[in-house]
Nanobody, 117 residues
Framework: QVQLVQSGGGLVQAGGSLRLSCAASGLTLGTYNMNWFRQAPGKEREFVASITRSGTTTYYADSVKGRFTISRDMAKNTVYLQMNSLQPADPAVYYC??????????WGQGTQVTVSF
């Protein structure tokens, strides 16, 4: 059974940093691309970042490029999202995601990120 268990997040001042973690069980990170999405109140869920199964390539939404970094620790089977220089557009619930096959998606439970200004 695949599970993605998130941790991290919380409240931070504008310009500050947070790190989200996503511990995977039931799947091996080197087998699937891993992604982060976010959803702000009243908005659709949007893509934030992705790391390929090889770990050699990462992708970012334009809105977070240069500020967020996705990485992984194979030994811990965990994916991370380091978020720096947090801005007014960043508060949302952040979700870890893995697509096992077409139509088979797994999501973490979601982590709230709040930024104070």
């Amino acid at each position: 059974q695949v599970q993605l268990v998130q941790s991290g997040g919380g409240l931070v001042q504008a310009g500050g940093s947070l790190r989200l973690s996503c511990a995977a069980s039931g799947l091996t990170l080197g087998t699937y691309n891993m992604n982060w999405f976010r959803q702000a109140p009243g908005k659709e869920r949007e893509f934030v970042a992705s790391i390929t199964r090889s770990g050699t390539t990462t992708y970012y939404a334009d809105s977070v490029k240069g500020r967020f970094t996705i990485s992984r620790d194979m030994a811990k089977n965990t994916v991370y999202l380091q978020m720096n220089s947090l801005q007014p557009a960043d508060p949302a619930v952040y979700y870890c995601h893995a697509r096992i096959a077409v139509g088979i998606d797994y999501w973490g439970q979601g982590t709230q990120v709040t930024v104070s200004f």
